[in-house]
């Protein structure tokens, strides 16, 4: 069974950092593509950045660029996600998610694409 744990989430001042995890396991994650979501209220569910395979092509959107870093350690199947530069805009649920094969080019932001997601770690920046 797979299964998709996040964790570090919390509250923080705007201008602060936080790092989430995703522990990732039922599935041989070196194969595949990893992304993160996050879903603010009222909201839809959007794309915050995706990592490949060899962890060696990123992708992010354009509201992250230059702030957040995605990695991954194929070792221990965990992805992480560096948010610096917190801002109260940044406040939502983070999901971790993998996709069934390796995704390129634009399908790394599409959602319908993954076919797992964890329960979602909080994030909420303060002003």
């Known amino acids: 069974q797979v299964q998709l744990v996040e964790s570090g989430g919390g509250l923080v001042q705007a201008g602060g950092s936080l790092r989430l995890s995703c522990a990732a396991s039922?599935?041989?994650?070196?194969?595949?593509?990893m992304g993160w979501f996050r879903q603010a209220p009222g909201k839809e569910r959007e794309f915050v950045s995706a990592?490949?395979?060899?962890?060696?092509?990123?992708r992010y959107a354009d509201s992250v660029k230059g702030r957040f870093t995605i990695s991954r350690d194929i070792a221990n199947n965990t992805v992480y996600l560096q948010m610096n530069s917190l801002k109260p805009e940044d406040t939502a649920v983070y999901y971790c998610?993998?996709?069934?094969?390796?995704?390129?080019?634009?399908?790394?932001?599409?959602?319908?694409?993954?076919?797992?997601w964890g329960q979602g770690t909080q994030v909420t920046v303060s002003s």
């Open positions: 998610a993998t996709a069934p094969a390796e995704l390129s080019g634009p399908f790394y932001s599409r959602a319908a694409l993954y076919d797992y």
């Open positions: 039922g599935r041989t994650f070196s194969s595949y593509t």
């Open positions: 990592v490949s395979r060899t962890g060696t092509v990123t």
